[in-house]
């Protein structure tokens, strides 16, 4: 009796990208498909697009096949997961450091974006620094107060007066 | 004399006072961000490149070769004290340059690799003035067909070269190719993956894909780490940077092997730089007489692969300009960045705007002495702004990020997109998926789609046009051959594992 004990999933990076690219295929497929195919001779604006996601689809489906291993316990824990396990251990706390990376820098630049025009540089500039902030624990509000003033310059010299472009430094 | 009238002619272009100071510019703003841990060659040049959008054309090229220069110069330092290869490109300067730097000779390997470049940038001039006017004249006679099965294998090879999955390699190209589809059919005028949003009719801008993608998404992932990122703390004495007269004689055969490699590879697209770096490296290896000190400091090993770098980086000039298929990523994103300026390239640049062509590549090579004169003194200062703590950095680069998005076309949205694909570009990183390819088939994919289609109209719909027309059929063949190159090792270790397995669970 040979040991395979069912399909396990010998490299999880591989396995999500392989998801992912599937998914990404059969979404830009659906969108495709709505647009003119035309002709061999003469493509409409779908041709392109559908023959990419066929084979964006089809890379996603070989991604997860490699990914899978239908060999027996012993023998995937001795290969693949062994090597992933050193850098796939992460914690809860992990994941909570990057959720709060993620959405501090992402908020930073919305909200920057978002006031630009109406408070002028210097202050979507601090904004943009204090948001960020959060981001990394080790920064102390005299840090940022100080990196904040010096960005809020160096904006206004670079792209205000450098290179001329129409940005209000006040509001 | 043909050859010294063409960089008479581009050096005439980039000599002028004002150009110099932009490339001065440009190579002191390069290695100042190209040296910050944590963000590579790539997102320096994509951060930079915005200030260069509001320049004069000339001004413009010559401040992003001084960039380039500076970018791919940091980029190194990264990589010989961090090890912390920015590119493919540079995966093999760290190999030995990092062993060195721990030993505490990080000051020889900089000031060697400064040096070798720019006699590899020489070099490879000369080589460019003589083979771009014929091959240019060659290319003219290719039809969309010849092209399109030129970028196909370009992009075959790029893909091949990302460490890692060849298969995600290439989805991730595909990915790109798709990327570029964003916006208005050019031919139709249909938009598509538009989602409704009337500022993507145009397309996804690649700088706001770049600095998402690559820069974006390295701070959030620095930040994430917390604690665990690389740090630098080694004190580098100033007396220790200067190279022994043994390292000198040591590295004049290395560089010499790895620039004529380097020259000569260059010219392949979709691959050049890299590939070069490894067969430089990989002939280093052969030739010396002890190859067992090779990953363990060698100074050849930081040399040859280096020499062979900017060689091929000079010469990958001649596929970007005169075919309009840039060498790898970096080039891809000067080819894209020469492309708003007006330049488009092809075989008719090196033809109608001369000027434009030998002004680019005379600045390449001035950047390349502006960096020289610029970073022998100035090696300590770089190492040392190594030591700046994260904390305090990324704050500044998120700034810089924001104003640079904001500026390309004075709107908030534009930052948004560049937010998004930050995201996208971690979850890139976390999934270990290389985005180098995705970013030259965005790159190509305007081009690669306009080619199929008129090779399309001209053949009647028949397909078999890329495999009846020799040339075409020849590039077919050669990314066929890339892609077996890299199966084939592969593929026989798997059915050995079968057999083996066979043998095991068959008894």
Redesign the interface.
Known sequence: MANIQGIWIKNRADFLSGLLFTGLGLLGLFLALQYDMGTARRMGPGFFPVILCAILVALGVMTIFISLSLRSKDAADDEGSSRDAADDTRGLSDVVAALRASFFVVAALIVFALSLRRVGLVLAVTALVFIASFADRSLSWLETALIAAFMSFVAVAVFRWGIGLPFQVWP | MELLDHLALGFGVALSPSTLMYCLIGVTFGTFIGVLPGIGPLATIGLLLP?TF?LPPTEAIVMLAGIYYGAMYGGSTTAILLNLPGTAASVMVALDGHPMAKQGRAGPALVMTTIVSFVAACFAIVVIAAFAPPLARFAVRFTSAEYFSLMVMGLIAASVLVSG?L??G??MT??G??LG?VGQ?V??G?P??TFGTFQLYDGLHFVIVIIGVFG?AE??NN????DRRQHFTQKVPWRDLIPTRKDLRDSVGPTIRGTGLGAALGILPGAGPAISTFAAYAVEKRVSKDPSKFGKGAIQGVTAPEAANNAAAQTSFIPTLSLGIPGDATMALMLGAMMIHGLVPGPQIVQNHPEFFWGLVASFWIGNLLLLILNLPLVGIWIRMLSIP???M???I??F???G???LH?E??D??L??GF??VG??FI????EAAPLLLGLILSPL??QN??RA??VS????NIFIERPISLAFLILGVGFLLAVLAPGLARTFRKWSR?DAR??R
Do not use: Q
């Open positions: 200030i509001h999955s298969v995600k290439l989805a595909v990915l190719l798709l589809m059919d031919t139709t249909t598509r993956f974006l701070v959030i930040l994430a780490l917390g994260y904390r305090w990324f704050p500044a998120l700034t990020i924001g104003l998005m904001y500026s004075m908030g949205f930052v948004f560049a937010a930050g995201l971690y979850v976390k999934l270990r998926c690669v789609e199929l289609r399309m109209l009647r719909g028949d397909p397995e669970t068959g």
